[in-house]
């Protein structure tokens, strides 16, 4: 079983930066693997942020394209999120999901979700 960790949260003045991290532990698997980033804003349905293939392939939701960026280091089995000019509306907990292709998605693993505060 995967174990995640995420950090990297906390409070930024509007335009800032923060950079998330998210750290896997345990049996990890290098093929069919999905690595995402969500978040979930108080009462507000979770949203996929982003996602990142074994493949390197990564996708974005529309209100952060051109402003977050998901990258992993296999060497440190971490996956980041970048997050460039960070406006209030991004203010969520963010959790990262480790997401095994072919396997029943009851096994995904999840991280334990991390703060972020976007105010002035």
């Known amino acids: 079983q995967v174990h995640l960790v995420a950090s990297g949260g906390g409070l930024v003045q509007p335009g800032g930066s923060l950079r998330l991290s998210c750290a896997a532990s345990g049996t990890i698997f290098s093929i069919n693997v999905i690595m995402a980033w969500y978040r979930q804003a108080p009462g507000k349905e979770r949203e996929l942020v982003a996602t990142?293939?074994?493949?390197?392939?990564?996708n974005y939701a529309d209100s952060v394209k051109g402003r977050f960026t998901i990258s992993r280091d296999n060497a440190k089995n971490t996956v980041y999120l970048q997050m460039n000019s960070l406006k209030p509306e991004d203010t969520a907990v963010y959790y990262c999901?480790?997401?095994?292709?072919?396997?029943?998605?009851?096994?995904?693993?999840w991280g334990q979700g991390t703060q972020v505060t976007v105010s002035s």
């Open positions: 999901k480790y997401r095994r292709l072919w396997v029943p998605s009851e096994n995904d693993q």
């Open positions: 990142i293939t074994d493949g390197g392939r990564t």
